[in-house]
């Protein structure tokens, strides 16, 4: 079968989480003999590749159009216009649509034009991540329509997939019929999960000491709590003198989190806000442990995380707030560890208590690290896809 995938946007254009899940997936339906071609929507950037690894990229024209409602009509009739021009020349036996909505809208409205069937993937709840990242409140018209709009297209489409439990429950809430909704969660590619050995070189580099380290690999927005790491650190260190903290990623909160490091002066919290991604293995090397401190949203309750993914993969132990998005993730004290996300001083003692009891950060990595590797790998998730399609094919039509 020849699969098309409509996506926001690709590694060459952002590298993000949304990029690396579709890479992933579109390699590991590859491996099944799946024919699968990709279409993104416009972007600012210039002379986009063809191809990223094995599959084909078709690309949405640049925007012209000037003002906020030219555009977004522009980016919606650009985007329609575009996938029929690929569906005329690739001939899809089905459109596979991620978010966000209006990607969904458009590509829906083509697959039926087609006589296709349409299965939409919901990455998140972009009016969610609107109202987090404070560019959105939920009082706003624009929430309410956004809401509006993804429930309605979820309803049209022949198949829905969201990423974990949380983000289907919040559609079966909604009226969303159970037998139409898959999971299909994040995984790492098979070449992620490897021993990573503990390294010294970047230990050396920050004149660390014989100790515990901390970690933080990811994007700095408010909800991922980052901060609250850092208001740890006093506490961690007067039972654990030897212990060190590194955080690595840039996003909104990037000059607040390199302002709160600069007060540490003897290399007990390090910051890189950026680290080329042939280096960041050694950086997963430098530490024994990464902390994921997410706060409790509406975003963080119903969605899972990939980066603990990868850290599990990498043989590292993780250590996480209690929100939903985690607990669907990590098994406490097996899997990972799961501190309170209410008690503020609940994550400092959890990172004492782990790095104080003998064997329990390995212990803890080693059964994440299995973990990933028995269910959490793409060449194992994608065959949830093949079902999927294989049922859409033999039912042999579109919703109507």
Not at 257 to 282: A, D, F, G, L, T
Not at 283 to 301: N, W
Not at 364 to 385: C, P
Request: net charge positive; proline share 5%.
């Amino acid at each position: 079968m020849k699969v098309l995938h409509v996506l926001h946007h690709s590694l060459s254009v952002v590298p993000d989480g949304y990029a690396v899940r579709s890479q992933s997936l579109l390699d590991g339906l590859r491996l099944y003999g799946v024919d699968v071609v990709a279409l993104t929507a416009a972007a600012d950037k210039e002379s986009l590749p063809e191809a990223e690894g094995a599959i084909r990229h078709w690309r949405t024209p640049r925007l012209t159009s000037r003002g906020p409602l030219g555009k977004a009509r522009a980016r919606y009739f650009g985007l329609v216009k575009a996938i029929r021009a690929v569906i005329e020349k690739e001939r899809p036996d089905i459109v596979h649509v991620h978010s966000p909505v209006y990607i969904g809208l458009a590509a829906a409205k083509v697959a039926r034009e087609c006589r296709l069937p349409c299965v939409y993937e919901m990455r998140a709840m972009w009016e969610e991540a609107a109202v987090e990242l404070r560019t959105l409140r939920r009082s706003s018209v624009l929430y309410s329509v956004a809401r509006l709009a993804e429930t309605r297209l979820v309803g049209k489409v022949d198949a829905v997939v969201t990423i974990c439990d949380g983000l289907r429950e919040n559609l079966l809430a909604r009226g969303v019929s159970p037998r139409k909704v898959t999971v299909v969660p994040n995984a790492v590619s098979r070449e992620m999960v490897r021993l990573v050995a503990k390294s010294n070189v970047l230990r050396r580099q920050f004149d660390w000491p014989d100790g515990p380290s901390f970690g933080f690999i990811g994007s700095l927005f408010h909800y991922e709590g980052v901060d609250r790491m850092l208001d740890v650190v006093p506490q961690v260190l007067k039972e654990l003198p030897a212990a060190r903290f590194l955080i690595v990623g840039g996003g909104k909160c990037e000059n607040d989190i390199r302002e709160r490091v600069r007060q540490w002066k003897n290399n007990e919290v390090i910051y890189r806000p950026y680290v080329p991604h042939s280096e960041i293995e050694q950086y997963y090397g430098a530490l024994d442990c990464l902390v994921y401190p997410r706060r409790s949203t509406r975003l963080t309750e119903l969605v899972t995380p990939l980066k603990p993914l990868e850290a599990m993969a990498m043989n590292r132990a993780v250590i996480a707030s209690d929100v939903g998005g985690h607990r669907e993730l990590i098994e406490h004290d097996r899997t990972g560890w799961l501190f309170s996300n209410d008690d503020e001083a609940a994550l400092g003692r959890s990172m004492i208590a782990l790095a104080g009891s003998n064997g329990s950060l390995a212990r803890i990595a080693a059964n994440g690290h299995e973990f990933v590797s028995r269910e959490r790998t793409w060449d194992g998730v994608s065959l949830k896809y093949l079902s999927i399609y294989d049922a859409l094919l033999a039912a042999g039509k579109a919703a109507p």
